[in-house]
């Protein structure tokens, strides 16, 4: 079965959606992220994915309390990222209750850094982020374009032990229509190791399930949530 997991994006301490990793196209949904955590768990789902924008933004890690509140207050398993730029921040990240943390431009510009992690907090606890426009990687909130190609920069990874990736496709992030299949078929057809987890364009129930059907690890599910187009009741289905 998928898993479900819910995102919450900070910008400032209060919970946001981007478009298309636009941060001038910002929608605050609500002003105490712990509010949305709390919905989340009482509907019987374990994840979270929490973005610290800012910190994305300033290469740093700034919105922690936001962090450390819903770590101390709820019983999610949260994968954090954003601003994991360092080894001191990957620490902190774990320090403040993150489960897992999510490398995503550090990972491009310095790929031996999260490798080190690897080998450090081991596999199960490093997710690599692999945002991609017309499947080149996009880094540093996706203003960035680059020229490694999605399934090159796996690969690597993926010879140093990595297991968890979270892949965007950022032409579909945000706009409620429907995630990349293309991609996440293509990425399951090459790596069949690999637990991938699809995040953007998720816009109703049935994109989950054909994610499902095709074995993908996990769904980032974030603006048709908020947006009212999938319910916490609906997802309740998917919950084990």
Same mark, same amino acid.
């Given at each position: 079965?998928?898993?479900?997991?819910?995102?919450?994006?900070?910008?400032?301490?209060?919970?946001?959606?981007?478009?298309?990793?636009?941060?001038?196209?910002?929608?605050?949904?609500? #002003?105490?992220?712990?509010?949305?955590?709390?919905?989340? #768990?009482?509907?019987?789902?374990?994840?979270?994915?929490?973005?610290?924008?800012?910190?994305?933004?300033?290469?740093?890690?700034? @919105?922690?309390?936001?962090?450390?509140?819903?770590? @101390?207050?709820?019983?999610?398993?949260?994968?954090?990222?954003?601003?994991?730029?360092? &080894?001191?921040?990957?620490?902190?990240?774990? &320090?403040?209750?993150?489960?897992?943390?999510?490398?995503?431009?550090?990972?491009?510009?310095?790929?031996?850094?999260?490798?080190?992690?690897?080998?450090?907090?081991?596999?199960?606890?490093?997710?690599?982020?692999?945002?991609?426009?017309? #499947?080149?990687?996009?880094?540093?909130?996706? !203003?960035?374009?680059?020229?490694?190609?999605?399934?090159?920069?796996? #690969?690597?990874?993926?010879?140093?032990?990595?297991?968890?990736?979270?892949?965007?496709?950022?032409?579909? &992030?945000?706009?409620?229509?429907?995630?990349?299949?293309?991609?996440?078929? @293509?990425?399951?057809?090459?790596?069949?190791?690999?637990?991938?987890?699809?995040?953007?364009?998720?816009?109703?129930?049935?994109?989950?399930?054909?994610? @499902?059907?095709?074995?993908?690890?996990?769904?980032?599910?974030?603006?048709?949530?908020? !947006?009212?187009?999938?319910?916490?009741?609906?997802?309740?289905?998917?919950?084990?």
């Amino acid at each position: 079965m998928i898993q479900i997991i819910p995102a919450i994006d900070i910008i400032d301490g209060k919970c946001v959606r981007l478009t298309q990793g636009d941060y001038s196209k910002k929608k605050i949904y609500n #002003e105490n992220p712990l509010e949305i955590a709390k919905e989340i #768990e009482d509907a019987g789902i374990t994840r979270l994915h929490l973005v610290d924008l800012d910190g994305a933004k300033q290469k740093k890690i700034v @919105n922690h309390k936001v962090l450390e509140k819903i770590a @101390n207050e709820t019983s999610l398993h949260i994968d954090f990222g954003g601003g994991i730029q360092s &080894d001191d921040a990957a620490q902190a990240a774990f &320090d403040y209750g993150a489960r897992q943390i999510t490398g995503g431009s550090i990972a491009i510009k310095n790929p031996e850094m999260v490798y080190s992690w690897i080998l450090k907090y081991g596999s199960e606890k490093i997710i690599v982020g692999a945002d991609a426009k017309n #499947e080149k990687i996009a880094i540093n909130g996706w !203003e960035e374009a680059t020229e490694v190609w999605i399934y090159d920069f796996l #690969e690597d990874f993926i010879s140093k032990g990595i297991k968890y990736t979270i892949s965007t496709d950022v032409a579909k &992030d945000g706009l409620l229509q429907g995630p990349s299949f293309d991609l996440y078929a @293509n990425l399951q057809d090459r790596f069949k190791e690999l637990n991938i987890i699809a995040s953007g364009g998720v816009s109703c129930m049935k994109d989950i399930e054909l994610l @499902n059907e095709k074995g993908i690890f996990g769904v980032i599910v974030g603006k048709a949530f908020y !947006e009212g187009r999938i319910t916490l009741s609906e997802l309740k289905n998917f919950v084990c």
